[in-house]
């Protein structure tokens, strides 16, 4: 299995700062790896494909980049409605595998 | 807009199977994967299973053995059955759609259902 670290898993940060969250994989997955954002008691969100591509409808301030085996996602000015848990995710192989989560609160 | 709405019991007894179906809604279930995904209480996130429009699926090893997904193409429903379950199984489970013609990409999720096994 690919296993998908992420780093930190908790932050705190202040409304509109800039944070970035790392997540490393096993292996070469290329860029077949995904974000999403979690808020609590409820469904993931789909909100970054193949690392850089923006989900339709999902705001700007929110970015990705890597490949290999080491990609970061950015909010570039942290709002209130970003608190939650973010996942990264792999696809390359099976079976697909998610990062531990990053936890991102508002300071 | 596509919808997924997960059913099944909230409480399962050790050793039986865990049973739950999902109904797709606004959209049909052709020409997708189909994913279940389960987060025990408090963790992350963990992929168990897809099952393509066509009838082929694929299944996480670690659950392989007790793991079945299945397809009703009238029903717009796809469906899981968890055998031999143990409190380890207790999770919310999760069902999804693989966006842009791949498995490995969710794009729509049910809102999930807790899964509770105890005596």
């Known amino acids: 299995d690919i296993q998908m670290t992420q780093s930190p898993s908790s932050l705190s940060a202040s409304i509109g700062d800039r944070v970035t969250i790392t997540c490393q994989a096993s292996?070469?997955?290329?860029?077949?790896l995904n974000w999403y954002q979690q808020k609590p008691g409820k469904a993931p969100k789909f909100l970054i494909y193949?690392?850089?591509n923006l989900e339709t409808g999902v705001p700007s301030r929110f970015s990705g980049s890597g490949s290999g085996t080491d990609f970061s996602f950015t909010i570039s000015s942290l709002q209130p409605e970003d608190i939650g848990t973010y996942y990264c995710?792999?696809?390359?192989?099976?079976?697909?595998?998610f990062g531990g989560g990053t936890k991102v609160e508002i300071k | 807009q596509v919808q997924l709405q997960e059913s099944g019991p909230g409480l399962v007894k050790p050793s039986e199977t865990l049973s739950l179906t999902c109904t797709v809604s606004?959209?049909?279930?052709?020409?997708?994967?189909w994913s279940w995904i389960r987060q025990p209480p408090g963790k992350g996130l963990e992929w168990v299973a897809y099952?393509?429009?066509?009838?082929?699926?694929n299944y996480n090893p670690s659950l392989k053995s007790r793991v079945t997904i299945s397809l009703d193409t009238s029903r717009n429903q796809f469906s899981l059955n968890l055998s031999s379950v143990t409190a380890a199984d207790t999770a919310v489970y999760y069902c999804?759609?693989?966006?842009?013609?791949?498995?490995?990409?969710?794009?729509?999720w049910g809102q999930g259902t807790l899964v509770t096994v105890s005596s």
């Open positions: 999804a759609r693989g966006a842009m013609g791949a498995a490995g990409l969710f794009d729509y």
């Open positions: 606004g959209g049909s279930i052709s020409s997708y994967y």
């Open positions: 292996q070469d997955i290329s860029n077949f």
């Open positions: 995710q792999q696809y390359d192989n099976l079976p697909l595998t």
């Open positions: 193949d690392a850089s």
């Open positions: 099952i393509y429009y066509s009838g082929s699926t």
